[in-house]
Structures are given as structure tokens and as C-alpha cells.
């Protein structure tokens, strides 16, 4: 398939839209904005469909060898969880700024975020989280333990549950994956409930956002020109899952995810589901044929976000929090001065963070700078920063 511009631009978007949402509970901001921006559990599960989508072909490329496939993206996400992982525990290990922040009151958003200090157990919380496992204990074990130490990290910690499902399956059928998927959501769905309050799960638990990776693989299947029923039975399997979640922003977002692969489709139909979107049609490229687009989402900057976006979904939290230990103190208590002065730093530092996190420990260099380093301090004739020939 082709580079999907328009999914990826939707990703930068995803990941300042979490970006401000977890920057506006900590200023005076109209109820109106404070609305617009809540819905971030509902922009991570747009992540979730977006990586059904790419990991399936990913995990394809590797004859769907697991472990292969399962060393790839270990090397494609740790390094950037692991340095942001570092920064926000040693950031907690300094403490909080919320003592400087007498507006942040006990039991609000803001003091969920930065308010709770160390975890009791904290070797325990570090633990879960350096192997990646805080989705899979239960509330009872471990309390609140997939967003004690880095917040955003839940999400990764589902993603991994994911990589080793479809990874052990080894299930070649995607119209069968897909459908899979979305039964253990539904299983998972009626089954909860039933759990005792001791050993339920948190959000980060894989079958809780299985059905977004099932419309992730059944859109797979759609771009590829076949398939449609598949998409339309777990779309409306999807959809039926969110509006009776009790969470009303989940039942939005299937439909998202839908017309956003529409612009990025030649056709105005998804699978017989959908009747033509109303889109803005963009010039033809070299002589091509014009297809429905949303023009803002292959816009330049749009698209510089989406490629830093893993490292700014990841940063932003720990960032923030850096920016409101050097503030608040300077504020002496007074938020419209804190407001001024931190809600650009915000927005800003976690930007610049992001991109260079993104050059020098997400692009590919990474693992042949490491290695050629390595190589240079081992043989004394080797030259230094000149790759492996295995990395060329």
C-alpha cells in the first residue's frame, strides 16, 4: 500500500490534542475549551485503530515470524519509552509542584496528574513499568499502577499486549484476526462486570481497546480492495461497543476513523457502510487522478507533527511537569501569572522536546550510531561513526 499522508497527519494531530489535554486542567480556562480537550481516551483509541492498521503489514513483511517481527518494534519504540521513562522518574523523584499550587485542589483532574507523589510499592510501579506489563495487573494488585509513574505509558503497555497476541496467533487470515479482535472486546465487554472489584482492569487492559485494533485490521483489508464486509461487521461492532460504554465520545470514534480513511481512499464509499463524505477534492498531483482529501491534514507542519508524535504523545506529561517545577515558585500562588507564563512552555517545550527526542533516539541512526560507537572503542581501525556493514 502507499504512504498514508493523511493518517499520518492525523496522528500529529492526536498527539497535540492529548498534548492540550493534559495542559488545561491546570489553568483557568473556559468550561467550553475545558469540554473540547477531555476526550483524550478517545484520540488514544484513534492511535489504537492506526497501529491494527500498520502493525498487521508490518508483522506480514516478517512471513509472520514472531520474533523477528517482535525485536523490530522493540526496536522501533523502547528507546524513546525508556529516555522518557527516565525523565519522568527522576522528575517524581524530585517531587511536586502542586504545594506551590494552592488552586490545584485534592480530587481534581490537575491533582490526579501531579498531586499523588511517590506510589506506595514504588519498586513495584517501576518494575510494571520497565517491562511493560502495568496493563496487565489488576487494580487490586498494583492500585492505579498503569499511569503512576508515566501516565502515557498505558497506551505502549496495550500496544505490547497486542504485538504478542497477533504475534503468537500467527493468524495469516486478516478478515479472521479482525473478527477475533472484536470478540474478545465484546467477551471482555460482558465479562468485567462480573469480575470482582479486587482483580479488575484498567484501561490498559489488551481486550478493553481489542476492537479498535480489529477496525485497525479490517481497514487493512479495505485498502487492499477487498474485505468490505469485514469492515462493515466490526465498524458496527465497534460502534454498538461505544454507545453502550457509557462513555459517549467512544461511540465517535469508529466514525472518525471511517472518514478519515475516506479522504485518504480514491472512492467516496467504505465498504457499502458509508455513502459518499462530503470532502474538499485536492488538485490532481502529476497528472494524477483527483481523490477526496482533507487538505489540513497533509499540510507541512501537519505532517512534521505526525512524525514526532510517539515522542510527543510520550513527553508531554513529564515536560509539563518540568516546566511547573520551575514556575510555580515564581508565581507565589497567583495563577493568572502562572497561566502567562507556563501554558507557552507547555505547548512549546514539549514540541521542541519531542523533535529532538525524534532526530537523535527514534529515527534508525540511533542503532548505528550505538553500534558504530561501540565498534570504534572495540577495534582500533575501524573509523569512528562509519556504520557496520549490516547497517549500511
Known amino acids: 500500500m502507499q504512504r498514508m499522508t493523511q493518517l499520518d497527519g492525523m496522528r500529529g494531530v492526536l498527539a497535540v490534542y492529548v498534548m492540550l489535554g493534559h495542559a ?3 489553568v483557568p480556562a473556559p468550561g467550553w475549551v475545558q469540554a473540547a480537550v477531555h476526550h483524550g481516551e478517545a484520540a488514544v483509541d484513534l492511535f489504537f485503530c492506526l497501529s491494527g492498521l500498520v502493525v498487521v503489514q508490518s508483522l ?25 521513562l527516565g525523565l519522568a522518574v527522576g ?19 490537575a491533582w490526579a496528574f501531579w498531586g499523588q507523589g511517590l506510589p506506595a510499592g514504588f519498586a513495584w510501579h517501576l518494575l510494571a513499568h520497565v517491562t511493560l506489563l502495568q496493563g496487565l495487573i489488576p487494580q487490586g494488585v498494583l492500585p492505579w499502577v498503569y499511569i503512576t509513574l508515566l501516565g502515557p505509558a498505558w497506551s505502549l503497555s496495550t500496544e505490547w499486549q497486542f504485538y504478542a497476541v497477533i504475534a503468537v496467533l500467527r493468524v495469516r487470515n486478516l478478515g479472521v484476526l479482525a473478527v477475533l479482535l472484536l470478540a474478545i472486546a465484546v467477551a471482555y465487554r460482558l465479562l468485567a462486570p462480573e469480575l470482582p472489584v479486587y482483580w479488575q482492569f484498567s484501561k490498559a487492559f489488551l481486550p478493553d481497546a481489542a476492537g479498535y485494533f480489529a477496525l485497525g485490521v479490517a481497514s487493512a483489508i479495505l485498502l487492499r480492495g477487498g474485505g468490505s464486509w469485514v469492515f462493515g461487521v466490526v465498524f458496527m461492532g465497534v460502534l454498538a461497543l461505544g454507545l453502550f460504554s457509557g462513555v459517549p465520545s467512544k461511540a465517535f470514534t469508529p466514525v472518525i476513523w471511517a472518514v478519515v480513511l475516506t479522504s485518504q481512499m480514491r472512492t467516496g464509499w467504505v465498504g457499502g457502510v458509508f455513502s459518499k463524505v462530503i470532502t474538499h477534492t485536492s488538485a490532481p498531483r502529476c497528472g494524477g487522478e483527483a481523490k477526496p482529501s482533507y487538505i489540513f491534514l497533509d499540510w507541512r507542519v501537519v505532517q512534521w507533527l505526525g512524525a514526532n508524535s510517539y515522542p510527543l504523545y510520550l513527553l508531554n ?4 511537569l518540568g516546566c511547573a517545577m ?5 508565581a507565589h500562588g497567583n495563577i493568572g501569572v502562572f497561566a502567562a507564563v507556563w501554558v507557552p512552555m507547555a505547548v512549546l517545550m514539549p514540541l521542541a522536546a519531542a523533535a529532538a527526542v525524534h532526530r537523535l533516539v527514534e ?5 548505528a550510531r550505538g553500534r558504530s560507537l561501540a565498534s ?11 556504520p557496520p556493514n549490516d547497517l549500511v
Open 317 to 320: 506529561v513529564p515536560v509539563q
Open 363 to 367: 529515527e534508525p541512526g540511533f542503532w
Open 60 to 84: 506480514e513483511r516478517f512471513g509472520f515470524a514472531p520474533w523477528p517481527f517482535l525485536r523490530a518494534r522493540a526496536r522501533r519504540l523502547l528507546p524513546v519509552y525508556f529516555v522518557v
Open 24 to 26: 488545561v486542567p491546570f
Open 91 to 109: 522528575l517524581t523523584l524530585v517531587g511536586s509542584p502542586v504545594p506551590e499550587m494552592p488552586w490545584v485542589k485534592p480530587g481534581s483532574p
Open 376 to 386: 570504534s572503542r572495540s577495534l582500533p581501525g575501524l573509523q569512528a561513526g562509519v
Open 326 to 330: 520551575v514556575v510555580a515558585p515564581l
